[in-house]
C-alpha cells in the first residue's frame, strides 16, 4: 500500500544538512509517508548517513552520474509513491506539522494542484525572520489574469510547495533544462494550468541561508533560464524592457571582458540581441520607477498567521537538529 506523503530529498554532497533535513522529515506528526533520498552522484557518502537511521521508511537512490538540479528534482518525484509529494531541500528543515497542515490545504482544495506555505528564514543558528505571503487566498488561471504581479511572487522555493504527484506529472513536471527557475516555472504552471495553487497562511518550513547557497545563486545563469524562458509562448508576453533591464543589471555586476563577452554571446546564440538592445531605453525608464512599484507589489503581502507560536516551534527544531545534535557512532558495515 502505497503512503499518503513522499518527502523527496534532491541532494549533491551536504551530508551534514542531509542528516538535520532527514531528522525533521522523521519528526513530522503524520506517519504514514515515505522519505526518498536522491543523490546526484556526490563525492561524498551520503549512503551511509541514510543508512544510520536504520528506518524503513527511507530509500536512497544514487545517479550513476551527475544529472544537475533540476533533473534530479525530477528523479527525486518520479521515485516516489504518495498522493502528496513535498521536495525537501538538504539545506532545509520541515516543522513538524508540515505534512499535517499542507496535506489539509490539500484536502479542502481539491481542484488545486499545489499549496505554498510561509518559511521561517536561517542564518547559521539563528531563526532571522519569515516570508510574507499573499493576499490572495487562491490562484487559478482566472485569478492570475486578474493579478499580473503573482508573477514575480519568489517564495516558491521547492520545500515550500506540497503538490499532487498526479497534477505533478500531468502539466509535465520540472522543466529539466532550467538552472535556477525550474521552481518557479513549475509554480507558474501549477497556477495557470495545473487547477491553481493555493497559499498557505502558515510557517511550515525553515529556509536556510548560508554562503554555499549564495555561491549558486549565479545572476548570469538566472539570465540564462530567464532568456531560455522568453523565446517560449506562455511567455512571450515579457517586455523587452523587463528582460533587458535584467541584462543591465547583469552586466554591471560582472565588471571583466570576458565575463561580458560570455553574457553576450549567450544573447547572440538565442537570437535576441535586437530584441534586447531595442528594450534598453524602457529598461532605463523601468528603474526610475522602480520604487513605486515595490510599494505596489508590498501591498499585496501581509504576515502570516501564528508568527510567534511558528517562530518558536522553528527555534526548537533548530536547537534539537543543528546545535544540540552529535552525529552517531556509525553502525558496522558502513564505510
Known amino acids: 500500500m502505497n503512503p499518503q506523503f513522499s518527502i523527496a530529498i534532491p541532494v549533491y554532497n551536504r551530508r551534514d544538512f542531509l542528516r538535520q533535513a532527514i531528522i525533521s522529515a522523521l519528526m513530522q506528526t503524520v506517519r504514514d509517508s515515505e522519505i526518498i533520498v536522491s543523490d546526484d552522484c556526490s563525492t561524498e557518502d551520503l549512503e551511509t548517513v541514510v543508512a544510520s537511521f536504520d528506518d524503513p521508511r527511507i530509500k536512497y537512490h544514487r545517479s550513476p552520474s551527475r544529472l544537475g538540479a533540476a533533473q534530479n528534482h525530477q528523479v527525486s518525484v518520479n521515485l516516489c509513491r504518495g498522493e502528496y509529494v513535498v521536495n525537501l531541500h538538504s539545506d532545509d528543515l520541515l516543522l513538524p506539522n508540515y505534512l499535517e497542515?499542507?496535506?489539509?490545504?490539500?484536502?479542502?482544495?481539491?481542484?488545486?494542484?499545489?499549496?505554498?506555505?510561509?518559511v521561517a528564514y536561517l542564518s547559521e543558528s539563528e531563526i532571522t525572520g519569515y516570508q510574507e505571503v499573499p493576499k490572495v487566498r487562491?490562484?487559478?488561471?482566472?485569478?492570475?489574469?486578474?493579478?499580473?504581479?503573482?508573477?514575480?511572487?519568489?517564495?516558491?522555493?521547492?520545500t515550500s510547495c506540497m503538490f499532487r504527484r498526479s497534477t505533478f506529472l500531468k502539466i509535465g513536471g520540472y522543466r529539466a533544462s532550467l538552472r535556477f527557475a525550474y521552481d518557479w516555472d513549475l509554480f507558474m504552471r501549477f497556477m495557470t494550468i495545473g487547477g491553481g495553487v493555493v497559499f498557505s497562511r502558515e510557517i511550515l518550513s525553515i529556509y536556510r541561508r548560508h554562503e554555499e547557497q549564495a555561491a549558486r545563486m549565479s545572476g548570469e545563469h538566472a539570465f540564462y533560464d530567464v532568456l531560455d524562458l522568453w523565446r517560449l509562448r506562455e511567455y512571450s508576453h515579457w517586455s523587452a524592457s523587463e528582460i533587458s533591464a535584467l541584462m543591465l543589471t547583469v552586466l554591471r555586476e560582472r565588471l571583466s571582458y570576458r565575463q561580458w563577452a560570455e553574457i553576450i554571446g549567450h544573447i547572440n546564440d538565442r537570437g535576441l540581441m535586437t530584441r534586447l538592445l531595442l528594450g534598453v531605453p524602457g529598461a532605463l525608464r523601468r528603474r526610475l520607477g522602480r520604487a513605486r512599484r515595490s510599494r505596489e507589489e508590498a501591498e499585496n503581502y501581509e504576515p502570516p498567521a501564528h508568527v510567534d507560536t511558528a517562530l518558536s516551534a522553528a527555534k526548537v527544531i533548530v536547537q534539537e537538529v543543528v546545535t544540540g545534535y552529535r552525529e552517531p557512532t556509525p553502525k558496522k558495515g558502513c564505510v
Do not use: C, I, K, Q
Open 101 to 118: 497542515m499542507a496535506g489539509s490545504e490539500l484536502e479542502r482544495s481539491r481542484m488545486v494542484g499545489a499549496v505554498y506555505s510561509s
Open 138 to 158: 487562491v490562484a487559478d488561471v482566472r485569478v492570475y489574469a486578474e493579478s499580473p504581479w503573482l508573477e514575480t511572487f519568489h517564495n516558491v522555493a521547492p
